[in-house]
């Protein structure tokens, strides 16, 4: 007799659209590692849902009746992760402001799905790293039992996450459990800036820079304002 896999991560999805919140029930049913607590229709249902169960992973939708998707979330006092999924490009900017997992674009590909729900589970199991200053020219971070190497002239930013980084650099983007004010202690005031709670570049990788926000590797990062007043290029 076979027993059932244990399910781990409990989730919700807050979609008002039937079809679409079908596609993606069926797809978090093909997942062993996803439980589905519910699927809701709207944020009201889905804060009620939020306070009654442990959630770790919420699927939402930005376009709810009543009370918008970011809205919604920026209400809540303690979020789960959240994977975005929307039929509009121009929401992404907005979430800078909220830790978004990920953005899947409607009509949402399942293997897209995956890579999400990967990152997802990456964010979940990733363990504290420990951070060593070598010199002017590398860091060296431990996660586990691997030791991270990182070229500080190949960075070109750096990204917060709740309490996880993202580390963007030439050879690709290396998570790990840090708060950000922890990385930019070890930084060089002459090579990086800190532009926002969020995010840390570094001044030789700026492709484009206005008031509000500042362009690295083809990406525009917003400006905070609380950095605004200290921010010379």
Request: glycine share 4%; with cysteine.
């Amino acid at each position: 007799m076979t027993h059932p896999v244990s399910k781990k991560y409990n989730c919700i999805i807050v979609e008002d659209e039937p079809i679409a919140a079908e596609i993606l029930e069926n797809f978090v049913s093909r997942d062993e590692e996803l439980h589905l607590v519910a699927k809701c229709s709207d944020a009201v249902y889905a804060g009620s849902l939020l306070n009654r169960h442990e959630i770790d992973l919420m699927f939402l939708d930005l376009h709810l009746p009543v009370v918008k998707g970011f809205d919604f979330l920026k209400k809540l006092k303690n979020p789960p992760l959240v994977i975005v999924t929307t039929a509009y490009h121009q929401y992404a900017v907005e979430g800078y402001e909220l830790d978004i997992v990920d953005y899947l674009m409607k009509p949402i590909p399942y293997d897209r799905f995956v890579k999400a729900v990967e990152k997802f589970k990456y964010l979940m199991n990733a363990e504290e790293a420990l951070l060593e200053a070598a010199d002017r020219e590398h860091i060296f971070i431990s996660s586990g039992k691997k030791q991270i190497k990182i070229i500080l002239h190949d960075i070109f930013f750096i990204e917060s996450l709740r309490e996880y980084i993202h580390i963007h650099t030439k050879a690709g983007t290396i998570t790990v459990k840090m708060p950000i004010s922890r990385i930019e202690e070890n930084l060089d005031p002459k090579m990086f800036i800190r532009i926002h709670k969020s995010y840390i570049i570094s001044r030789s990788k700026i492709e484009v820079c206005s008031a509000s926000m500042i362009q690295v590797n083809g990406k525009k990062l917003p400006i905070g304002r609380t950095y605004k007043p200290s921010i010379e290029f």
